[in-house]
């Protein structure tokens, strides 16, 4: 079974700029992407001054409900609320969501952070989903990435599929390793940054590990700093990219991550035999 998966923070369907929306030009955008889940951040679950200002009612509706159409099945994880409406972290899926809860891994009054957990149902096995949106510092992430372990483990156990995808704000790339370590994920990128590059050949003829970097996403227009990921367990990562151009760097000051995952065929546990 193939999976086309995205990540995108669409910065609450607003120009970075000028703050005017572009929810439908967003969501002509996300149906080019012909993604099965796309992991949505800084969604905005309402904002009535927004709707008022611009003279719109429409842009009052929950834009994850709004940009999944009849196209997608969606869910909504609130990370913030304040006097005229709230934000966070959404999913949108083909497949039917089973389970979804929000786990608020807020540390610090400045910043309201989340994970947004769903199970998806397809016909060879239920994935994991977590859609993460990390904190601005690093004490925070480390924090956060901690509880998404200790989440993930309950939830998802030893063995099965998991996509983990989001904003890490880990422009550093600290907490990569960790999660390889205790979630044996890989993100999207690492076996692409292992082919290539003169510094990685290098490392391996001086018998070095590959540096493992994941792709620049933020800003949009021209990415330098490192900030989206998507890991995976279960899947073998058949492509990834980042989107860029014109078009992209309209919409949001992310740029979108879209990869396809082939899921990997489980090994089952042979049947104890009498002695």
């Not at 400045?110 to 060879?124: A, D, M, P, W």
Request: contains cysteine; hydrophobic residues 40%.
């Amino acid at each position: 079974m193939k999976l086309r998966v995205a990540t995108y923070n669409i910065h609450k369907g607003v120009t970075s700029l000028s703050a005017r929306p572009r929810i439908h030009s967003l969501k002509r955008a996300l149906r080019t992407l012909d993604a099965e889940l796309v992991f949505l951040q800084e969604v905005r679950g309402q904002d009535e001054l927004l709707a008022i200002r611009m003279d719109s009612p429409l842009l009052n509706i929950a834009q994850h409900q709004f940009l999944a159409g009849r196209l997608y099945h969606s869910v909504y994880g609130m990370n913030r609320a304040y006097d005229h409406g709230h934000h966070g972290n959404a999913l949108m899926s083909r497949y039917r969501i089973m389970h979804y809860e929000n786990l608020d891994v807020s540390d610090n009054p400045l910043e309201s952070r989340g994970v947004l957990y769903c199970v998806i149902e397809t016909n060879q096995a239920n994935i994991h989903c977590y859609v993460v949106h990390l904190g601005l510092l690093g004490i925070s992430r480390r924090r956060q990435t901690r509880d998404l372990i200790k989440l993930v483990r309950a939830t998802a156990g030893e063995d099965a599929p998991v996509i983990i995808a989001g904003d890490t704000n880990d422009w550093g790339n600290q907490l990569g390793d960790m999660l390889r370590k205790t979630l044996h994920v890989e993100e999207v990128f690492d076996n692409l940054e292992m082919e290539a590059g003169f510094l990685n050949t290098l490392r391996r003829m001086t018998g070095q590990k590959p540096k493992l970097n994941p792709a620049r996403t933020f800003p949009a227009a021209k990415p330098i700093l490192r900030l989206d990921r998507i890991y995976v367990r279960g899947f073998e990562v058949e492509s990834a990219e980042v989107l860029h151009g014109i078009r992209w760097s309209r919409l949001s000051d992310h740029a979108p991550i879209v990869a396809t995952l082939k899921l990997k065929k489980r090994r089952s546990k042979k049947p104890e035999t009498d002695r």
